[in-house]
C-alpha cells in the first residue's frame, strides 16, 4: 500500500528520511496503515498546510504500538488525499510528515 524510500543513508542519530509513496491514499488510510501494518512503531503523524514548512503542522496524531494515544485529526481532515509524506525515524520510533490541501477540507472531499 505504501512503499518507503530511503532518502538518506543512516544518519548520526541512528535515523533515515524517507519518502513515502502516497498513491492516491487519504490521511485516513495512512493512520490505518500505521496503525496495522507498522504497529510495532511508535511516534507521531503530522499534518501540514500544502506550502508550508514542516514545522508548521495544524494536526497530530501521537500513536504507540497500534493505539493512538492521542489526536486532534477531525474527519473531514481524514478524508483529504495525501499531496507528499516524509517519515523520519529508527529504532521503532517513526515520525511521519504529511502534507495536504486544507482548502479541500470544507468542500466535503
Same mark, same amino acid.
Given at each position: #500500500? +505504501?512503499? +518507503? @524510500? ?14 513515502? $509513496?502516497?498513491?492516491?491514499? @487519504? ?22 498546510? &500544502?506550502?508550508? &514548512?514542516?514545522?508548521?503542522?495544524e494536526?497530530? =496524531?501521537?500513536?504507540s ?10 474527519? @473531514?481532515?481524514?478524508? =483529504?488525499? =495525501? ?10 520510533? #517513526? $515520525?511521519y +510528515? ?12
Amino acid at each position: #500500500m +505504501f512503499k +518507503f @524510500t530511503a532518502t538518506t543513508g543512516t544518519l548520526s542519530d541512528c535515523t533515515v528520511w524517507y519518502n513515502v $509513496s502516497c498513491n492516491g491514499n @487519504t490521511v485516513g488510510d495512512l493512520i490505518d496503515y500505521v496503525l496495522t501494518a507498522r504497529r510495532q512503531e511508535w511516534g507521531d503523524i503530522d499534518i501540514i498546510p &500544502k506550502g508550508a &514548512k514542516w514545522l508548521e503542522m495544524e494536526y497530530e =496524531l501521537e500513536y504507540s504500538r497500534g493505539k493512538i494515544v492521542k489526536s486532534n485529526i477531525p474527519d @473531514t481532515v481524514k478524508s =483529504l488525499p =495525501l499531496l507528499d509524506v516524509e517519515a523520519n525515524g529508527g529504532w521503532g520510533s #517513526m $515520525s511521519y +510528515f504529511v502534507w495536504v490541501d486544507m482548502e479541500k477540507k470544507g468542500n466535503g472531499q
